[in-house]
């Protein structure tokens, strides 16, 4: 502390000791919250006024029951048909070249079972990138596509001063029968 600062303390503590610094230390605090507080009060009324503005909650609209299998067709007419697979993989193949990514090869399935009305296509492709790369273009796609979700995203570092990653990623492709 600086010799002025040390014998002003001095000087302080001497005419009204410990307890009166104390007791000014709680009447700045009292000063204080009565502020905050005032303030928090303001912004309350504010708030009311705000809230006696709006209208009140929205009326309540009976439940109406609808059967079972109207609920899935209307699940299943939401997702696209099998015939879009080949725009969804361009739109892939346009978010990997927006983002200098070589997608050279994949590995391509489509599950198929007899009494399901989805189809699940899937594809594989092996990415050498950076993280910030793989990252956008995965985020890519799934914004992009919200019929597809990331199934498997691996990474690795083959070596430690290197800043690409040997990565495999996985979408699946979800559509109705056509």
């Known amino acids: 502390m600086s010799p002025t600062l040390t014998g002003l ?76 697979n080949p725009d969804d993989l361009n739109e892939v193949f346009i978010s990997a070249k927006r983002h200098n990514i070589q997608l050279p090869r994949g590995e391509y399935r489509l599950k198929t079972e007899a009494k399901k009305p989805l189809v699940v296509f899937t594809a594989t492709f092996p990415v050498t990138t950076d993280y910030g790369a793989m990252r956008d273009f995965c985020a890519d796609v799934l914004r992009a596509l919200p019929n597809v979700s990331l199934d498997e995203l691996r990474m690795a570092r083959n070596s430690s001063g290197g800043t690409a990653l040997e990565s495999s990623v996985r979408f699946s492709f979800v559509y109705r029968r056509s």
Do not use: C, K, N, Y
């Not at 009565?34 to 439940?63: E, I, K, Y």
């Not at 109207?70 to 699940?75: H, K, L, P, V």
């Open 9 to 84: 303390w001095h000087r302080t503590l001497r005419q009204i000791g410990p307890l009166g610094i104390a007791a000014g230390a709680l009447i700045a605090g009292a000063v204080i919250l009565g502020l905050w507080t005032r303030q928090l009060d303001m912004q309350g009324s504010a708030l009311d006024a705000t809230a006696a503005a709006t209208p009140g909650p929205a009326p309540v609209v009976p439940l109406q029951h609808v059967p079972l299998s109207q609920q899935i067709g209307e699940f299943v007419g939401a997702f696209p048909p099998v015939s879009q």
